[in-house]
């Protein structure tokens, strides 16, 4: 019997798809080598956002949680019961057994750490789609956490004032009017944003607002 992991992701305002998507790519990882795996979101969202065979609660064995949110009463809960406790990107102190991050943004002294960009969890589409593909001569703004300070807006007007050619990319629970007001190039959630992923010369982007 193979191992049983719950993923705990964050998804709320001000957060964005970024937690929910790249779980469910790490879902799918554990799948293909036998783990089951339960997706559960900190706050209730549509259950249409969640894949159905990750919608099927079980005991786990591990716990792994994806926010950047303060966890440590989550973490506590399910030691003490026990379980084995993994936390990606974040950097508050709690009991937990393992810290996976791609940057060392600050010192964590709690449990095993594992940090580098070999810990990146790409999307397997977003892998497929830039083999082979030529670049073109735009720079990608995509920011995480729904934009919630705007930031898109200043890039978007300064790479212009540099004659630099951009496009910027808003998800789907962005919610303010401000880029709209500056005669930006813009797209809202674009089916196609692997492939203008893809395409980019350069990419901007950020977790979080």
Do not use: W
């Not at 397997?124 to 920011?143: M, N």
């Not at 919610?175 to 709209?180: E, G, H, L, R």
């Amino acid at each position: 019997m193979g191992y049983k992991v719950k993923i705990i992701f964050d998804y709320a305002d001000g957060v964005g798809y970024g937690h929910l998507k790249r779980c469910t790519s790490l879902a799918y990882a554990f799948q293909k080598v036998g783990i089951r795996v339960y997706l559960e979101p900190v706050q209730p969202i549509s259950p249409n956002l969640i894949p159905d065979e990750f919608q099927t609660y079980f005991d786990p064995d591990v716990i792994i949680i994806d926010s950047h949110r303060d966890v440590s009463s989550i973490v506590r809960s399910y030691k003490s019961d026990n379980k084995k406790v993994i936390v990606l990107d974040n950097f508050m102190d709690d009991s937990r057994d393992v810290s996976i991050n791609v940057f060392d943004q600050e010192s964590i002294t709690i449990g095993r750490k594992f940090s580098g960009f070999e810990y990146l969890i790409i999307r397997p589409d977003v892998i497929e789609e830039i083999k082979g593909a030529c670049k073109g001569d735009y720079v990608l703004i995509t920011l995480g956490g729904e934009d919630i300070r705007n930031q898109s807006h200043l890039l978007g007007i300064e790479l212009k004032s540099r004659n630099v050619e951009n496009l910027i990319v808003l998800g789907p629970r962005y919610n303010s009017n401000k880029v709209d007001e500056i005669g930006l190039n813009i797209s809202k959630s674009p089916e196609n944003f692997v492939k203008l992923l893809s395409k980019a010369r350069y990419v901007i982007c950020n977790a979080g607002g």
